[in-house]
């Protein structure tokens, strides 16, 4: 077992829909200058020229690529993009993997199209497998990232270990704040997928506080009562790493255990601070935690 890992950013964080100027080459350069070198590509549009930041991020900035993502099928019948499925897309995903140095591609979530039938989750599953032998002739690696709608049950089962057992040859990407948000504990969940893993999402999870409306509540206002109220749901955030309430220190111990090389932070919603901000804090707290050698 190696004594450390990388952690690293999932770009879903600094994504170009979350920021107002987004420049590949630009971005890891900020990253750099914050202590990372490695990422994991998502929602980055794989274009010419953010591959070809990527790359010369690599050569010149010393950054690490992990992984990529590649959906199988379209999310939506008729969404456009590049799927495993098809041989045009096929190729453009592994040319994108070689141009980066990158042995991984991690599907981000099955296509909503399966969702809510045990029927259509295992067609997927098994189509999944099939793309993960072929890539394995490409020397690429699949995984598979779960967010909380895998820990749906179908015959006493999780959705997630039923993709497992019919898609033996793809690994799993977890992370630690789907797992706790669908039921169970990460550092035993992560134990249980020992073995299967490569990648770890660093995601913490933590309670906000309600907003009271400016000058109070009036409760004879049914209404402001009800919308006040509907915050409850709204109180479940996604914290810098360390800020939060999941045992994250454990939670990487048991993935290093596990056989995991890669331990990226993803903060899916800043809740409007800067997002770079937001990974500073992450470092700081994870430099803390005693994890200062793996970056």
Known sequence: MANKGLIGVQMSTIAPAKMPHFDAYESMAKLTDLGFHCIEISQVPMTPENVQGFRRSIDELGMKVSSNTASV???????????????????????????????????????MTCMGSYEKAVDF???????????????????????HIEFVRYNGEYLLDIIRANAPHMGFELDTHWIHRGGENPVEFIKKYAGSIRLLHLKDYRIG??????????????????KFMGGFKDTVQFAE???????????????????????LIEQDDAYGRDPFDCLKTSHDNLVKLGFGDWF
């Open 73 to 111: 099928a379209p999310m939506v019948p008729g969404m456009p993009g590049e799927y495993l499925n098809d041989p045009a897309g096929y190729k453009k995903i592994v040319d994108d993997c070689k141009a980066l140095d990158c042995d991984m591609l991690r599907i981000g979530m099955l296509p």
């Open 125 to 147: 599953a098994r189509q999944a497998e099939e793309c993960a032998l072929k890539l394995k002739e490409d020397d690429i690696d699949l995984y598979y990232h779960n967010h």
């Open 209 to 226: 506080e309600m907003q009271m409306p400016e000058g109070g509540l009036d409760m004879t206002d049914r209404a402001s009562v009800m």
């Open 241 to 263: 790493v360390g800020e939060g309430s999941l045992p994250i220190k454990a939670c990487i111990e048991a993935g290093l255990a596990g056989g995991a090389e890669y331990f």
